[in-house]
């Protein structure tokens, strides 16, 4: 059993930045392929970014490519979510999850999909005005 949660989210203007964070429970947090995933108002939660075991291969959706960057430390059993040139578009629910899936050395689109995932942290709000 993994728990997660977030922090991080806020308010913030268009161009501006924020690093989200999600500490997770448990001593094997290394061997979860971790994802982050997003929910506007009124659409379906949608993916945005996802880091191998290691840390070492990382996939993003092509919006956030270029301005997002996720990152681990398995030290301190977080994984982060570095939001730069943040878009109004980019107004979300933020949501980490864990996968169990054993093939995560390497990460790409296998990891999208939200089926891939077991566990889910509660969301954190994210906020770009215009």
């Known amino acids: 059993q993994v728990q997660l949660v977030e922090s991080g989210g806020g308010l913030v203007q268009a161009g501006g930045s924020l690093r989200l964070s999600c500490a997770a429970s448990?001593?094997?947090?290394?061997?979860?392929?971790m994802g982050w995933f997003r929910q506007a108002p009124g659409k379906e939660r949608e993916f945005v970014a996802a880091?191998?075991?290691?840390?070492?291969?990382?996939y993003y959706t092509d919006s956030v490519k270029g301005r997002f960057t996720i990152s681990r430390d398995n030290a301190k059993n977080t994984v982060y979510l570095q939001m730069n040139s943040l878009k109004p578009e980019d107004t979300a629910v933020y949501y980490c999850?864990?996968?169990?899936?054993?093939?995560?050395?390497?990460?790409?689109?296998?990891?999208?999909?939200?089926?891939?995932?077991?566990?889910w942290g509660q969301g954190t709000q994210v906020t770009v005005s215009s």
């Open positions: 999850a864990a996968s169990s899936s054993k093939r995560g050395s390497y990460v790409d689109t296998f990891y999208a999909a939200e089926l891939r995932y077991d566990y």
């Open positions: 880091i191998s075991w290691s840390g070492g291969s990382t």
């Open positions: 448990g001593r094997t947090f290394s061997s979860y392929v």
